[in-house]
């Protein structure tokens, strides 16, 4: 999906400006936990790594790491959690690249990827979806100047990031509407550039298709632009998971290792939903920090866009639905479309709860979570 990292000169500029800090998105912005070995009880502790992205519903890990709900370094105290399921957790927070490369090679245990960037890893490295965290239902959007609907942009370029959600949900938008992709070229273009190149109202960009934070700020600066259509159209297609190697889950802990990144995001998601307000703000002030730095105010946006599954059930409804399964095929379909599958090659088999396939959406682990007190 959201899968190069390019620009990030051009993204701090455009966020330390409008947004208060540098911006991350699912692709953006390294941030490196330090995983230093440290002698403690955690020794005796199986110990499983999993590679983060700062986006909204996977900062809810980092989050926790700062928490103490899980320590995040090999070795030392372990959190809460740790304790809990007698797992030791190695968080690693890198670019969005990165973490797929590191998890399609066996670097790592987990990863927090898009449902329509697990389809490439499972044919090297058959893996299960543990736990849908989120859907985009309006943070990915298109945005032009000098055009009101989708109709208007037919011949002309619209810019953003390639073989990503970007161009996904584009494509899809366009077809929901009954209109030919073919005829609405799209362009590669790093999203931080394009945005700040509508921004500016400089260039011949004068259409771009960005996630959040990119698309809020460019609203915001661009007084002119106007946003045509967003993923609120295609709804539950573009969903953030947390994924896991199938060879991780065969290991000693692995599936404890699976329930307890089922239970930490749940409990951050608990902590955002307090009837307490103040702890509930101070959870999305807490995200937000880890999320471009956005304010309290801004989160609020960011979170109705970018919907989370925030109980085990949510989840649970989701992978066992039969509206999913077709929208798999709908996603397998339009990444074959894209580019982002080989046309000429076989994509993945897909199961549910079916671990013999290459991709595997299971509910065994959001269950363990919700079970365990």
Same mark, same amino acid.
């Given at each position: 999906?959201?899968?190069?990292?390019?620009?990030?000169?051009?993204?701090?500029?455009? %966020?330390?400006?409008?947004?208060?800090?540098?911006?991350?998105?699912?692709?953006?912005?390294?941030?490196? +936990? =330090?995983?230093?070995?440290?002698?403690?009880?955690?020794?005796?502790?199986?110990?499983?790594?999993?590679?983060?992205?700062?986006?909204?519903?996977?900062?809810?890990?980092? #989050?926790?790491?700062?928490?103490?709900?899980? $320590?995040?370094? /090999?070795?030392?105290?372990?959190? +809460?959690?740790?304790?809990?399921?007698?797992?030791?957790?190695?968080?690693?927070?890198?670019?969005? *690249?990165?973490?797929?490369?590191?998890?399609?090679?066996?670097?790592? *245990? !987990?990863?927090?990827?898009? &449902?329509? *960037?697990?389809?490439?890893?499972?044919?090297?490295?058959?893996?299960?979806?543990?736990?849908?965290?989120?859907?985009? #239902?309006?943070?990915?959007?298109?945005? !032009? +100047?000098?055009?009101?609907?989708?109709?208007?942009?037919?011949?002309?370029?619209?810019?953003?990031?390639? /073989?990503?959600?970007?161009?996904?949900?584009?494509?899809?938008?366009?077809?929901?509407?009954?209109?030919?992709? #073919?005829?609405?070229? %799209?362009? $590669?273009?790093?999203?931080?550039?394009?945005?700040?190149?509508?921004?500016?109202?400089?260039?011949?960009?004068?259409?771009?298709?960005?996630?959040?934070?990119?698309?809020?700020?460019?609203?915001?600066? &661009?007084?002119?632009?106007?946003?045509?259509?967003?993923?609120?159209?295609?709804? =539950?297609?573009?969903?953030?998971?947390?994924?896991?190697?199938?060879?991780?889950?065969?290991?000693?802990?692995?599936?404890?290792?699976?329930?307890?990144?089922?239970?930490?995001?749940?409990?951050?998601?608990?902590?955002?939903?307090?009837?307490?307000?103040?702890? !509930?703000?101070?959870?999305?002030?807490?995200?937000?920090?880890?999320?471009?730095?956005?304010?309290? *105010?801004?989160?609020?946006?960011?979170?109705?866009?970018?919907? %989370?599954?925030?109980?085990?059930?949510?989840?649970?409804?989701?992978?066992?639905?039969?509206?999913?399964?077709?929208?798999?095929?709908? #996603?397998?379909?339009?990444?074959?479309?894209?580019?982002?599958?080989?046309?000429? /090659?076989?994509?993945?088999?897909?199961?549910? $709860?079916?671990?013999?396939?290459?991709?595997?959406?299971?509910?065994?682990?959001?269950?363990?979570?919700?079970?365990?007190?």
């Amino acid at each position: 999906m959201k899968n190069a990292i390019f620009g990030l000169v051009a993204m701090l500029a455009v %966020f330390t400006a409008g947004c208060g800090g540098e911006p991350v998105g699912r692709p953006d912005q390294t941030t490196e +936990v =330090e995983t230093t070995t440290k002698t403690s009880s955690t020794s005796t502790m199986p110990a499983f790594s999993v590679a983060s992205s700062e986006y909204p519903s996977w900062s809810t890990l980092m #989050v926790a790491a700062k928490a103490g709900l899980i $320590n995040g370094s /090999k070795g030392g105290k372990p959190g +809460v959690l740790e304790k809990k399921w007698n797992v030791d957790v190695v968080l690693e927070v890198k670019d969005y *690249d990165p973490c797929l490369a590191q998890f399609a090679t066996g670097a790592v *245990d !987990a990863v927090c990827m898009t &449902n329509m *960037d697990s389809l490439n890893p499972a044919l090297g490295r058959p893996c299960t979806a543990i736990c849908p965290t989120s859907t985009s #239902v309006g943070a990915d959007k298109v945005i !032009a +100047v000098d055009a009101t609907k989708p109709e208007d942009l037919k011949g002309k370029k619209v810019y953003g990031l390639a /073989k990503s959600v970007s161009q996904y949900s584009y494509y899809r938008e366009l077809e929901k509407r009954g209109l030919n992709p #073919v005829e609405y070229p %799209f362009e $590669n273009l790093d999203p931080a550039a394009a945005a700040t190149a509508l921004q500016s109202g400089s260039g011949e960009v004068k259409a771009i298709c960005v996630w959040n934070p990119f698309a809020l700020q460019t609203l915001r600066t &661009n007084t002119q632009s106007k946003m045509i259509c967003d993923s609120a159209e295609i709804p =539950e297609e573009i969903i953030d998971m947390i994924v896991i190697g199938n060879d991780s889950l065969k290991k000693d802990g692995g599936e404890n290792f699976a329930a307890l990144l089922c239970d930490t995001y749940y409990e951050v998601c608990n902590r955002l939903n307090d009837t307490d307000k103040d702890r !509930a703000d101070a959870t999305l002030t807490a995200l937000g920090e880890d999320f471009s730095k956005l304010p309290l *105010d801004d989160m609020r946006i960011i979170v109705k866009e970018t919907r %989370f599954y925030d109980t085990p059930q949510k989840g649970i409804t989701l992978f066992t639905s039969e509206s999913y399964k077709q929208t798999m095929e709908t #996603v397998v379909l339009t990444c074959q479309k894209i580019e982002v599958l080989e046309k000429d /090659k076989p994509a993945p088999t897909i199961g549910y $709860n079916d671990p013999e396939k290459q991709l595997n959406f299971s509910t065994k682990y959001m269950e363990m979570a919700s079970e365990k007190k």
